[in-house]
DNA sequence: GCCAGTTTGTTCTCACGTTCACAAACTTTT
DNA sequence: AAAAGTTTGTGAACGTGAGAACAAACTGGC
């Protein structure tokens, strides 16, 4: 902790904004394959699902791309957006794990679509090595910090069982990754300079059960998100 | 859109504060197996992996369930933090979409263990008709409004490609669904009532991605979740 | 060239969420 | 029984996010 090491920097958008522009990144590819050159932020934000106001603010933190009285180029704002978020060029990544999420993982299609490329993946148990997995195929777990190495991946996405989670985090840090995507049941420790997201689908059942079961003790009141 | 409906109950618990209950709770799971007894909101914040502060706080919108010079009675905890979100009795789900991930959230154990228990598999597709995933067969998309009407069913989960989900939420919806977790990659509209909430793979990889960029333009800098 | 219409970018205000700090309430020791 | 030590629950300060509202900047018609 070194001192006040932020605010050096101009551009310094707020987390809250970072987790929409992906959304609104997608919108826009929906509409460019459409054909749409032009939009406004209200057909934007529509397609995004949000209010057209915040729209417009978070955009404003990229620059100012579109034209008033007109509204933002479709490419135009797309690439923007692609290149803030940096998606512009591929990140290698790799996954761990390869049970029936992992299996899902590897042959998600969106993730290629949208500059993420799967370079390996990998398991622990002998007996998946054998096996093929959307082109790819099962390599031992040892062989991470070479692969990463190699291939300069700093993503990681971890699929396995909640009790090999945190050992398997504690080697992609020493490998070098410094940003990894959980989606084991637990919450990992990591070093300062690594960015750890977590994906808990039933985190996510029971904030949806904790709604339902008020929607049926008093009159409905949805929280449509 | 009626009027200001809300405030009429005593128990107002935050949005963010209901997001990190089911995190605390599998803390205590974890604690209660472990044979811990008693827990100070120091250890149990540790491991759910926040600020105790933050937790205290969060745990004082359900009730006064610590004692002061104490800790918690981590059983007693537990429970009530079950009852809050709902899960002391199970919940049925219907799942559509059988595809990899739609297999992957079939045989997902963890469901099962808290408070979900999967009644349905739906899919469109005949030739998965067949099937049977992990105990349960796979059934045409029609049978939707049979299966949710004899099992009341209040909680769907929509693992289609991104050009189907709409339709099946509709579907659902009409069906009287009013809880989507929605994992495909598009923006569902529902009407008001229904709560729907969305795991993004790619998002997530988007706002990593972000992170990653920018460490390595400047000096290192986390922003450890 | 001016005026009406449109749409962005931004300011202001309010609500929500986080963290600090401390009094209240309990246990243990003397 | 009083004092010293713990730990919760909460009030108050601070920071972040959301939405309304409007001035600034553009287009197109006359």
Redesign the interface.
Known sequence: MTAK??S??ARDIP?AT??R???Y???LVTLSDAGTGTCSSEELAA???VNSAKLRKDLSYLGSYGTRGVGYDVDYLRYQIAR????TQD?P?VIVGI???G???A??S??RS???RVVALLDADPERHQEVVAGVDVRPFDDLEQIVSEQGV??G?IATPAVAAQDVADRMVAAGI????NFA?T???????????????????????????R??Q????????
Not at 178 to 181: G, V
């Open positions: 090491a932020s050096e920097n987390e970072v987790a522009l992906p959304v990144l997608r919108a397609a995004a699902g803030e978020i940096g998606v990140w990544v049970g029936n999420l299996h899902a993982l042959n998600y969106g993730f949208r500059g993420f700093a993503i996405v410094s940003s990894i995507l049941p919450v990992l420790v990591v070093p300062d300079g690594v960015d750890v997201r977590k994906v808990d689908l039933s985190i996510e059942l029971q904030i949806l059960a904790y709604h339902e079961q929607k049926s008093f009159g409905a009141q949805g929280v449509t998100a």
